[in-house]
DNA sequence: AATCGTATCAACCGCGTACAC
DNA sequence: TGTGTACGCGGTTGATACGAT
């Protein structure tokens, strides 16, 4: 469990990358693949290291990145799923065709927190009854997550076999598999990947733009979409407003989606543990 | 026009994890 | 099983752009 000796090496090249940098790194990788990560700059000419190429690549030069401002439902889906899986960045990106954890993360403490921030949304005073309604649901998301992290991981650790029938279940119902379905959706801990599998992920699917997310791989098609013009304009600051206050006051709120099921004064996203059983557990996931 | 403060975002750093040997 | 290596992720930094004075 060493540490990466990848940019030890004196005499690599550091900091903004050259347009003829890139156009090396572009062509090679399009020619060959990036394939191991620490041996391409060597190959492709490069004087940098493979983690520098790999950020390069991954955050600005892949052909499928999406540019320009963040839509209104690209906002929406973002602090939704903050709600629910916090500060796991590449998983919302995994959500968000053309969009690179690095960017919403960026953006996320550039611009949506300090909203949230102004409005009173962040920062939620202690105990889930406190505060305002919208802070207080806030905060009753947060409990939520987790709640469903510590379950989900009991759950896990005892029980392999559930998660391959999870594993299966979720990879055959959803009309909107991504990427990470592929690759990760058998992780035990993989919490957000069954939330989103479930009736809430459902429910915040539907906010995606119909036709956004190619079916299988939940990545947008070069010249594909893009014609979601109404979704492409930037929101004002009203209109941004207005979005935190509908999420604050109305969806995190209600029961609109099921998921408060109250118990003991509080709420919880999920039963008793001492119910949950594989077989409920898969139904549920 | 010059200076200062703030916002933005590309890039780096360091840690955790997976995996090969 | 233990150790070393490579990769991916999240946090942070620093350069630059932009606006206010």
Redesign the pocket.
């Known amino acids: ?7 030890d090496k004196k005499g ?6 050259t347009p003829e940098e ?1 156009k090396l790194l572009v062509d090679f990788i399009q020619t060959n693949g ?7 700059p060597k190959l492709a000419g490069l004087n ?5 190429c ?3 690549w ?4 892949r052909p499928d990145i999406k ?1 320009g ?1 963040f839509t209104a439902e690209e906002q929406k889906s973002i602090v939704q799923l903050h709600g629910i ?10 959500q968000l065709p053309g969009r ?4 919403i ?3 996320w ?3 949506l927190k ?1 909203h949230l921030r102004l409005m009173g949304l962040d920062d939620p005073p202690p105990g889930p009854t406190a505060g305002c309604p919208a802070t207080r649901h806030m905060a009753q998301w947060e409990t939520a997550r987790l709640e469903a992290e510590a379950r989900l991981s009991l759950l896990s650790s005892s029980s392999s076999s559930a998660t391959a029938a999870t594993t299966a279940s979720t990879t055959s119902g959803s009309s909107s598999s991504t990427a ?1 379905d592929a690759g ?1 959706a058998g ?1 035990p ?1 993989d919490v957000f990947l069954r939330l989103w599998n479930s009736d809430i992920g459902s429910s915040f699917r539907k906010v995606a733009p119909p036709g956004s997310v190619k079916e299988e791989e939940g990545v947008l098609l070069p010249g594909e979409d893009s014609s979601a013009a109404s979704d492409e304009r930037e929101m004002d600051a009203a209109d941004e407003c207005q979005m935190f206050l509908d999420l604050a006051c109305e969806e995190f709120a209600g029961d609109e989606l099921g998921l408060f099921q109250g118990r003991y004064g509080g709420f919880s996203l999920f039963p008793p543990l001492d119910v949950l059983t594989e077989a409920s557990l898969d139904t549920a996931f």
Request: glycine residues 8%.
């Open positions: 469990m060493g540490r990466a000796p990848c940019c690599l090249k550091k900091g903004p990358w890139d990036h394939g191991s990560w620490r041996l391409l940098r290291c493979g983690k520098s790999r950020l390069r991954t955050n600005y030069l540019r401002p899986v916090g500060n796991k960045w590449s998983m919302i990106a995994a690179t954890d690095n960017e993360k960026n953006y403490n550039t611009h300090k990470a990760d992780k801990s």
